[in-house]
């Protein structure tokens, strides 16, 4: 206890700015950040009936597909609903196909719940489902079920995996390869573990593309100051939505293989592929088609999630990892490791099963799975097209285009009155697109995540936007945000 | 790549037990270690038709009611699976109270979705229901809903908490006090930040209460070698099952306000309280009751979780914690380092909801819903205290009472020829409670964690049991302890 100036006594708390740990304070996160917390605030204000120009908040800001009207899979939440009440198995109503892999998840849970935990790597069934799935994908390539690891999202595998990368201090301190623009669940988790971030920069002028003489240069610069050891790629692309190619990805490996960088590979948008001409390539088969030079001893970690894709079920956090040739004992760690969190949530494993093994051909439930899951992915694509095709038409806009996941990430162009304003504001995270993004906030209620958090070269400005939005709502927001930008350069120029 | 002995070449992994993270190393967490392991390894034996002294392993070595054949709450898996798939809404079989909890839970999700990621601290509507709840549980001492973290079941939370208390570095690097035996959890995640773990033992002599001059002692002397800066409390306790009284519960908190101490409340088992003249009290009122020198300022996170109790829904990974005290600018620091992991799983969210907002005397479930809670309740206490009695039937076996929680923590005196022989065997983790669970394990299907994976006095051993399987199979399981334990009394004597 001290006593204060003004005589009365108070007591300092425990924690605070000062004792905090200090790498929390270095985490930023912008999906969720300043902007989306004005978001709320105005969504309350407009509760509260107070007037805006506008009567809802549109939320571009986050992949989130279902709050933006996408539809769940029918025989998926079927499927889910028979797990969580199974008295519904006596039911005449669901379909046999459902009631059957309900049955099965089921007895693969403990007691025939999804209320038990399960082992802490994840149900052993649908581990074994989930290699079958993958094998698939890949033509082949074996898979074993004990390389997988389920998650509570792809997140949650992401920061297990930087988790065991990173140790050594000064000089030593673990470095890790990340894109810029990036997914800020990277820079965050390397904030938060202390590790080097290592920036490589998308080349956006080639569609975002990835150079392999950029991963030199920043890894020369970076063996200066730090060990880098781990490289992070998203394929497709978040924020920047590109697709990567064969050959790309087959110098990414030889890149990694000649540097002795632990691969770490997010494909959560791997069903997320629009353009003419692009097909997603899993890290792991090309690596196996690379040949044994390659495919016995580069190590890799790729990640997959129930949250994007065509199902879009972010909510029940489900997700894996395969990890190949992780050496045997640090997987002896690793299942240790995540032993401590118990067990991914049970729901989400269940899902993730009914995602692997979905109804086939001469199941009832097959035609509507198939029409549901053609028709969200052709939604999608064609919204892509629509975003970059309205964006371009924009005088200062400029986009690549949308080649899969979510998003796009067009290019700016501030005038010098605008910048120097949102610098005179003086805030620290008043960024000039940080600027652009909140008055486009404010005036129309549309909700982007500005450029700079998810890092841009410098002097460059963008934003995030996803396309999720209904069809008419897009087209309705596109506009809007074409009439404020032109009001916008009209107003600084 | 290197050239090895035999003239081929190989490549060193990146990633090995060199390089890896130490701090993992050190993560020890015994619920789930090498016993476990062992008894999958057995059950895969088993199926395989290997001969055993028994048919099937008894898993009483993990608190997970519904794999131990306790049955879910109806009517909160009438809730989830409406939420699941919201077509059951036109279903006339579901009760009206469960169909409108449904409703209500879809209409605060994004899009009406389980799907839709949450607000990272959780959905505001649960939040306020759970702070009525907590007042109701309370007494009606106030509680905000923006002190409500939702989480992915308690250990999530706890985890968090702690991250954002470990700072410096050497001498005033952050100890954290917690008791011994403790849940391990607590040292697993102190090992991982590299925090200073500082131990308080609990006195069995003393039905494992906890003694103020014993945290003072631990404090006086860890403040020798580190910046003692929090205290955890497990309440009931794990694995102790002790219920604390609010005598004790006073004298903590006036220890941790003179002493400067952050408080961890651990209150996962608040229901679960058998013992006459037992009552659980929360340190949330029990501070509030001390009045203002301590409401006001003792800072303090009180944990709860779907996974004990009467509900038992380990696999739904929902949780909360609620703060108080917490300085305001390390609260916008703790909501934006949860937001990097998204949300906690919705269905989870959904699930603690109806635990905090269950069926009302007017309401059709409310009758099933009642009687359900109190025959989990009632035969948990049963099993309680059979399993006291019977244990302490055996000469060489003594334990406390089970007052609440759902587990035994019995000391078994073992003759120093066992002792030997498991130093003997060398192995690191070869304690001689270990050699003991172990045999037992091997001769009887039985799998219990031996008490050095929780912390005790040195030179006495323990073991963790659950109380959890049904009545007649625990009965067969006291009696199988008690058969292997006179026989190796015998063999060792």
Same mark, same amino acid.
């Given at each position: ?11 300092? $708390? ?17 999906? &969720?950040?300043?902007?989306?917390? $004005? ?9 509260? !009936? ?18 933006? *009207? ?32 309900? &049955? ?7 007691? %025939?719940?999804? *209320? ?10 649908? &581990? ?19 390389? /997988? ?7 949650? @595998? ?11 201090? *000064? ?65 497709? %692309? ?7 190619? $064969?050959?790309? /990805? ?7 293989? @000649? ?55 972010? !909510?029940? $956090? !489900? %997700? ?27 729901? !989400? ?23 549901? &899951? ?76 500005? *450029? ?42």
């Amino acid at each position: 206890f001290r006593t204060s100036s003004n005589g009365c006594e108070y007591r300092e $708390r425990v924690l605070t700015m000062d004792t905090m740990n200090p790498n929390v304070k270095r985490v930023e996160y912008a999906v &969720r950040g300043p902007i989306v917390q $004005r978001a709320v605030q105005i969504e309350r204000e407009l509760k509260m !009936g107070i007037k805006k120009p506008f009567t809802e908040v549109i939320r571009a800001n986050i992949g989130d597909c279902h709050a933006m *009207g996408q539809k769940p899979i029918t025989f998926f939440r079927q499927v889910l609903a028979l797990c969580s009440y199974p008295d519904l198995l006596e039911d005449g109503k669901f379909p046999e196909d459902a009631k059957s892999r309900a &049955r099965r998840i089921l007895q693969a849970c403990g007691g %025939g719940s999804l *209320g038990a935990y399960s082992t802490s790597q994840g149900i052993e069934m649908i &581990r074994q489902d989930i290699a079958r799935y993958i094998e698939r994908r890949d033509g082949g390539i074996t898979c074993d079920p004990d390389n /997988i690891y389920l998650s509570t999202g792809a997140s949650d @595998a992401i920061v297990t995996m930087l988790k065991l990368l990173v140790s050594g201090e *000064g000089m030593s301190r673990t470095g890790v390869m990340i894109s810029i623009p990036q997914y800020p669940l990277y820079s965050a988790t390397l904030a938060e573990l202390g590790a080097v971030q290592i920036s490589y920069y998308l080349d956006e002028d080639n569609c975002w593309s990835l150079d392999i003489s950029e991963l030199r240069r920043a890894l020369q610069e970076a063996k200066k100051h730090c060990s880098p050891r781990a490289l992070c790629i998203i394929n497709p %692309g978040n924020p920047t939505g590109q697709v990567q190619s $064969r050959q790309c /990805i087959e110098g990414v490996i030889r890149f990694a293989a @000649a540097e002795k960088l632990f691969l770490m590979a997010d494909e959560v948008y791997q069903d997320n592929v629009y353009a003419d001409g692009c097909k997603f390539h899993s890290f792991k088969k090309v690596l196996f088609e690379m040949g044994l030079e390659y495919s016995e001893k580069v190590e890799l970690a790729s990640f997959h999630s129930t949250s994007k894709c065509y199902m879009g079920e972010c !909510g029940f $956090r !489900g %997700g894996y990892m395969e990890v190949v040739n992780l050496d045997p004992e640090v997987k002896v760690q690793l299942t240790k490791l995540v032993s401590v969190r118990l067990c991914p949530p049970v729901p !989400g494993q269940a899902l993730l099963d009914v995602v692997v093994n979905p109804p086939q051909p001469d199941e009832p439930s097959y035609d509507t799975f198939i029409k549901e &899951r053609t028709d969200t992915l052709a939604t999608l694509a064609e919204k892509a097209n629509m975003t970059q095709e309205i964006l371009n038409q924009v005088p200062g806009i400029k986009c690549n285009p949308v080649q899969g996941a979510m998003y796009t990430f067009p290019r700016i162009h501030l005038p010098p009155k605008a910048i120097l304003e949102a610098k005179l504001l003086g805030l620290k995270e008043q960024t000039p697109d940080m600027f652009y993004c909140m008055k486009l906030l404010e005036e129309t209620g549309i909700c982007l995540v500005p *450029g700079s958090g998810f890092g841009q070269r410098d002097g460059t400005y963008h934003f995030r936007m996803t396309i999720l939005p209904p069809k008419e709502k897009l087209k309705i927001v596109l506009a809007k945000i074409k009439e404020f930008h032109q009001h916008f350069m009209a107003q600084y120029s």
